[in-house]
């Protein structure tokens, strides 16, 4: 049963860091591309970022140069470095494993529970 | 990386077919054929219904169904039922190598 666990998320001050984790089970982690998606409380979906199976990474403007996603193969676990963090930021951030091994953007079929990040002093 | 453009609500009686609007432009929708959909309902996570247009990934219901003209993807639900009422997003993959989300279109069964 393929599983994606969330952890690390919480209440940062404006200008803070946070990291992201994401423990991947239930499927060869390494054959996949894995993406974050956020959300805002009563808000709308937005992709953050994804990383490749070999490590290239895209990001979506919002967050580029603010936001790093890495990936550790043998621990089969996911990232996202969060620094410079605003209030717009505050949203539930949700990792997403794609249904095609070979596309890491061409829909997601299975997603985290999602963890809870508020940015506010 | 501007949104993609959905109705804000759509609303069918039981039975009834809706179909939901999703555009975009010819750096997204227009240029490929990586068009998803996602059905959330309220305090849970997006679930797949349909990806790469018109592909149901396994064990979602074929009444659930999608096409793309131009700049414009769809998704039309057949057979409304009371469990169809949720929020429906699109995305799409862009010629930035990015994904972009539509703003969301809240399903009403009357």
């Known amino acids: 049963e393929v599983q994606l666990l969330e952890s690390g998320g919480g209440l940062v001050q404006p200008g803070g860091s946070l990291r992201l984790s994401c423990a991947a089970s239930?499927?060869?982690?390494?054959?996949?591309?894995m993406s974050w998606v956020r959300q805002a409380p009563g808000k709308g979906l937005e992709w953050v970022s994804s990383?490749?199976?070999?490590?290239?990474?895209t990001y979506a403007d919002s967050v580029r140069g603010r936001f790093t996603i890495s990936r550790d193969n043998a621990e089969n676990t996911l990232y996202l470095q969060m620094n410079s963090l605003r209030a717009e930021d505050t949203a539930f951030y949700f990792c997403?494993?794609?249904?095609?091994?070979?596309?890491?953007?061409?829909?997601?079929?299975?997603w985290g529970q999602g963890t809870l990040v508020t940015v506010s002093s | 990386q501007s949104a993609l453009t959905q109705p804000a609500s759509v609303s069918g009686s039981p039975g009834q077919s809706i179909t939901i609007s999703c555009t975009g432009s010819?750096?997204?929708?227009?240029?490929?054929?990586?068009v998803s959909w996602y059905q959330q309902h309220p305090g849970k996570v997006p679930k797949l219904i349909i990806y790469?247009?018109?592909q149901w990934p396994s064990g979602v219901s074929t009444r659930f169904s999608g096409s793309k003209s131009g700049n414009t993807a769809s998704l039309t639900i057949s057979g409304l039922q009371a469990e169809d009422e949720a929020d429906y997003y699109c995305?799409?993959?862009?010629?930035?190598?990015?994904?972009?989300f539509g703003g969301g279109t809240k399903v009403t069964v009357l």
């Open positions: 997403a494993r794609p249904i095609l091994s070979g596309a890491d953007k061409r829909g997601f079929d299975f």
């Open positions: 239930g499927f060869t982690f390494i054959n996949y591309g």
């Open positions: 990383i490749g199976v070999r490590a290239y990474t």
């Open positions: 010819s750096g997204d929708i227009g240029a490929y054929t990586y």
């Open positions: 790469d247009v018109s």
């Open positions: 995305s799409s993959f862009t010629s930035a190598d990015t994904l972009v």
